[in-house]
């Protein structure tokens, strides 16, 4: 029998978008681990707002609506303002009602810029870090980086002091530019960087990652400008934190090639940790990882673990879209990429934890 065509003119709808969501959406156990990260963080966020005033967008929704724009992949707040007016998932992983208003695109970004800060993004990664620690080893990780695309052209890129030829600065060949000398007039704190003598040198950051080999958790994250010293630097401090909650632990870190240098390797060791780095032999003066290091088994074993921390870095890079970010300034790289890290794991998370009884 076909089907009647009627459109539907009901003003009234029974059905609650909690009941629309299907028990088994993979969002519904990411929900309920926000929020209990958000329920812990709420003075924090009754210190950043004044108890007068209108009211803002309500920081718990502000932050699972990232959350949102990093798993689909939505590429500027004005899709994702879009997005929340009419799918009802999304309406329901953020906490709007069926009939409640959505915001315009600089209102959500304007409060965004306000909240979502280094420290906010810092503690919401930490308390998600804090989850997963029954799952995380606290003896074997691997340290990467990787290049992150500033929003800048290379045109931007002029001499400090004003000097050389009149222009928008496109003609630029020929001319000998280094980042002592020059900067980007549009995002003064990215650099002139290259991964390799025959890459192509971009504007750019560093991302760092520091991750369990267990389960290639990502257990600390940073950026950084980009600079020869960058990821050496970086990979230290994280391991420092990391030594600093656990200062009895022996840890092994391993990572690639680019981190076998006589400095890294000595501050490595100064922290109590075993630097298992991949031997570059064909570096000036050698490596500095010997037989002392390499003839253990345990060497072996980070080695085959190290290539679990691509999977993170393709993930931020494709999906959370880090490769290119649409923002400027040290500051605001650094918390955007500790929070995608933090999303990282929370798509991690419900398929590591026990399902609940």
């Known amino acids: 029998m076909r089907g009647d065509d009627r459109q539907p003119d ?21 929900r309920s681990l ?40 939505i590429r500027s707040e004005r899709l994702l303002m879009e997005q929340l007016d009419y799918n009802l998932l999304f309406r329901w992983f953020v906490g709007l009602e069926m009939d409640e208003p959505i915001w315009a695109p600089t209102v959500f970004t304007k409060n965004r810029d306000r909240l979502l800060n280094q420290e906010i993004a810092r503690s919401f990664f930490q308390r998600v870090v804090d989850r997963a620690q029954g799952l995380m080893s606290d003896e074997h990780f691997t340290v990467d980086g990787t290049l992150i695309e500033a929003w800048a052209s290379q045109k931007s890129f002029q001499p400090k002091d004003g000097s050389g030829p009149e222009g928008d600065g496109r003609n630029f060949r020929g001319q000998a530019r280094k980042n002592d000398t020059h900067a980007s007039k549009t995002d003064p704190d990215s650099r002139l960087y290259r991964r390799s003598h025959h890459g192509e040198a971009r504007l750019s950051y560093l991302g760092h990652l520091l991750i369990e080999n267990r389960h290639g958790l990502i257990a600390d994250a940073m950026a950084t400008q980009a600079d020869g010293h960058g990821e050496w630097d970086a990979g230290v401090l994280m391991l420092h934190a990391r030594w600093r909650q656990a200062p009895t632990r022996h840890r092994t870190v391993g990572a690639d090639k680019g981190y076998d240098t006589h400095d890294f390797v000595t501050l490595v060791r ?36 190290r290539p679990r921390i691509e999977p993170a870095f393709g ?16 500051a605001n790289i650094d918390r955007l990429f500790v929070f995608a890290s933090a999303a990282y794991n929370l798509i991690r998370l419900p398929k590591l934890l026990p399902a609940p009884s």
């Open 270 to 305: 100064e922290l109590g940790a075993t630097p298992h780095v991949a031997q570059n032999l064909t570096r000036r003066g050698g490596s500095a990882i010997d037989r002392r290091t390499t003839r253990h088994d345990g060497y072996a074993i980070s080695q085959h673990a």
């Open 10 to 30: 009901s003003l009234f709808s029974y059905v609650s978008t909690e009941q629309r969501v299907p028990q088994d959406h993979p969002l519904r156990s990411i």
């Open 34 to 73: 926000v929020d209990d990260v958000l329920r812990e963080m709420s003075r924090e966020f009754d210190d950043l707002y004044a108890t007068i005033g209108r009211p803002s967008v309500p920081p718990e929704r502000l932050l699972r609506a990232l959350l949102l724009q990093i798993f689909y992949s």
């Open 315 to 330: 993930w931020l890079k494709t999906i959370a879209g880090i490769r290119k970010v649409k923002l400027r300034g040290l």
